[in-house]
């Protein structure tokens, strides 16, 4: 009974999260743009699609450190095996979003309109390749898992 209600928790979550943010995708391209004095396209929506990534990445961190520190505080048995997986996965998250940040690049971009400057400051460029880093690396890793799942599966018979 409880596995059912978290799957329905969980499914609905996601369902909502993908209607907003296809609903934010379709409002950003379709909303209106003009052109500013460089010749730059200048989206109405902007703002709405960046504080919507902003929260689904905080959000989706914030999440993975609770329920990781969650478990970890909550684990008596005594596998020690899943103790250090779960505080491994803590650290490694950590440690990616720190070095993303030290790796990102504080440099103004050049060229940008008057609605941009707001976000081209060296804190936000350095926030901005932390999470573009941490997605990379995350894609990397789940295409890296998706085939080894293929190919032990073929090689190990399971």
């Known amino acids: 009974m409880a596995v059912t209600k978290i799957r329905k928790v969980s499914s609905t979550t996601l369902l909502v999260l993908l209607v ?4 934010t995708f379709i409002l950003f391209f379709s ?6 004095a460089k010749g730059n ?8 699609l960046l504080y919507w990534t902003y929260f689904l ?3 989706t961190v914030v999440a993975t450190l ?21 505080l491994i996965s803590v650290v490694v998250l950590v440690v990616s979003l720190v070095a993303g940040y030290f790796i990102g690049s504080g440099d103004a971009i ?4 008057e609605a941009s400057q707001t976000y081209n400051t060296s804190g936000w460029l350095k926030v901005t390749d932390m999470w573009l880093y941490s997605t990379y690396a995350l894609f990397v890793v789940t295409l890296g898992a998706v085939i080894w799942g293929g190919v032990s599966k073929r090689l190990l018979g399971k």
């Open 20 to 23: 907003l943010s296809v609903l």
């Open 31 to 36: 909303g209106g743009s003009e052109l500013d």
């Open 41 to 48: 396209k200048d989206y109405a929506f902007t703002g709405i």
């Open 57 to 59: 990445f905080i959000a």
């Open 66 to 86: 609770f329920f990781a520190g969650r478990s970890i505080a909550t684990n008596k048995t005594k596998d020690a095996v899943a103790r250090k997986s779960n």
């Open 110 to 113: 050049q060229g940008l309109n």
